[in-house]
């Protein structure tokens, strides 16, 4: 078990795509870099967003096209404006207000970008140097390949490009060189950018936490690639999927469809698939969120074409074997393990072995178990305290939803954890029952407590990130602005009152 002795901080969850701004969805522009000088002034020391990749079908940051991905829709497109690749009056039909509207996105933002690259110079010294490195190789042919089958799914192509018949990719590659190309621009663009964002958020001293997911997705140039490493069957389509059982969240648990592993040729080949993700991503981020960490001890896998969740069953992990193999190739790295969901002792154990810190959310916490792990009093130092998470709804939204009866018995457990942690607060409506749980958060033994950035702002459950095992209208959320002064301030206080500064 590895310990390591850490200062008190705290950090706040926003994403990216929901930054405010002049385009239809967050960007790494201005606001990015405001919203950092904005965590820097509180007094904050973390910044934590969701997976950067690109997504697919159903807009998820956890269904990339490419694990190792950044989402062209996060460019700044006035920064190329300022390169001289586009013209401010271009970017006009990306400009929009409100909730996101992917569909729009997917139509307006790429025909711009296209137009960016179509000024690029392929031939500059950077630029080459990222495409003979090689590791956006199968993300770009399969993009390119991608997009002129009418961005069917890989396993509905032409044979050929199905099974990477080396010489018909050859000759795809060299035939539709330009379309290639393109997704190799908006991959090194990406990466500029981020970069660029990320040396200015450490030099304001705050750590970025990233997201990895457990499972890609089953139309992702990471199956394409190397389909040994999943359950396939013949025909490249998944034996199973993965999800989990019944739960909080949902009564027939969570189909999301994503292949599972082959652990043991993932185990036969060194974990070298897996390492080389964790270096990508430690590239990106500080520090690491591992989603669905359970997996790795035991996974859950559902036969492919089930409609619900109900009749899959439990499959062993890789284990201890699989975290020994990453620390050796990349020595000891920043983890928080998302340890949530249904629990075994063989989850515990693994966490134990790791010393890795989980996650204790406090709306989980107020059941009226005195023993239960999430209430404040009971949490250990080596964890990191959320309100809330990307897949719960805001703190301001759950106390609204739950009946009046419920409601009153939670506002007095709150009131109960206040008074026991020596917070004089007053808990009376929804609005300083959310600001209650923000202080039990930051009040906690947690060497980390993150705040939602809703939650500080006290938005109700129509700025809810996600809906677990609802298919639809999901990851639009976007701020109208920044925090301002009067939010910077309280935090300020509130920070320093809870030794987090």
């Known amino acids: 078990m590895e310990k390591k002795t850490r200062g008190r901080a705290a950090g706040i969850l926003l994403h990216i795509s929901s930054l405010p701004g002049r385009e239809g969805i967050g960007t790494v522009g201005e606001s990015a870099y405001r919203f950092a000088d904005f965590l820097a002034a509180c007094g904050m020391r973390y910044w934590q967003v969701l997976p950067l990749v690109q997504t697919g079908f159903g807009d998820s940051p956890y269904q990339s096209v490419f694990a190792s991905s950044g989402n062209p829709y996060f460019i700044d497109l006035y920064a190329l404006a300022e390169k001289g690749l586009l013209k401010k009056s271009e970017i006009a039909p990306v400009c929009r207000k409100g ?29 080459c140097a990222f495409a003979e490195e090689g590791g956006f190789e199968e993300y770009a042919l399969y993009m390119a390949i991608k997009t002129k089958s009418g961005n069917k799914s890989f396993d509905l192509w032409d044979k050929r490009y199905k099974y990477r018949d080396g010489e018909a990719l050859a000759a795809f590659k060299r035939d539709n060189k330009e379309e290639y190309l393109f997704w190799l621009f908006v991959q090194f663009i990406f990466f500029d950018q981020w970069h660029a964002l990320k040396r200015y958020v450490n030099g304001l001293g705050i750590r ?28 490249l389509r998944p034996k199973k999927v993965a999800g989990v059982p019944p739960d909080y969240f949902s009564a027939t648990g ?49 036969p492919a074409g089930a409609e619900t969740a109900v009749d899959g069953g439990w499959r062993r992990g890789p284990g201890a074997a699989f975290f020994a193999a ?19 002792a063989g989850v515990y154990r693994l966490m134990k072995r790791t010393g890795y810190p989980g996650m204790k959310v406090l709306q989980f916490a107020f059941d009226g178990n005195p023993a239960n792990p999430y209430l404040p009093e009971n949490i250990e130092e080596n964890s990191v305290c959320y309100t809330g998470t990307h897949d719960n709804d805001t703190a301001a939204g759950y106390l609204s939803s739950l009946p009046e009866s419920e409601r009153g018995a939670v506002r ?8 026991a942690m020596g917070i004089g607060m007053r808990v009376s409506g929804v609005k300083s029952a959310s600001d209650a749980l923000c202080a039990l958060a930051l009040a906690s033994k947690s060497y980390l407590a993150v705040l939602p950035v809703q939650d500080i702002l006290h938005l109700g459950g129509e700025a809810r990130m996600n809906t677990p095992a609802v298919p639809a209208g999901n990851w639009r959320f976007r701020l109208r602005a920044l925090p301002g002064e009067k939010e910077r301030e309280r935090l300020r206080e509130a920070l320093v009152r809870f030794g987090r500064v």
């Open 99 to 127: 909730p996101i509207d992917y569909g729009f996105l997917y139509r307006e933002k790429y025909a711009v970008l296209r137009r960016a690259f179509s000024r690029f110079d392929v031939s500059g010294s950077d630029f």
């Open 326 to 344: 990453v620390k050796e190739k990349l020595g000891g790295l920043d983890f928080i393990a998302e340890d949530l969901g249904t629990l075994d």
């Open 412 to 419: 007095a457990r709150v009131r109960s954890q206040l008074k």
């Open 208 to 235: 970025i936490v990233g997201d990895i997911p457990l499972y890609v997705a089953a139309d992702s140039a990471d199956v394409w690639a190397h389909p040994s490493l999943f359950k396939l069957k013949g025909d």
């Open 254 to 302: 969570q189909l999301w469809g994503n292949p599972v592993y082959d652990w043991k040729a993932h185990e036969a080949e060194g974990f070298a698939w897996w390492t080389e993700r964790i270096r990508r991503a430690f590239a990106l981020y500080d520090t690491v969120r591992i989603d669905h960490f359970r997996g790795f001890d035991r996974y859950y896998e559902i």
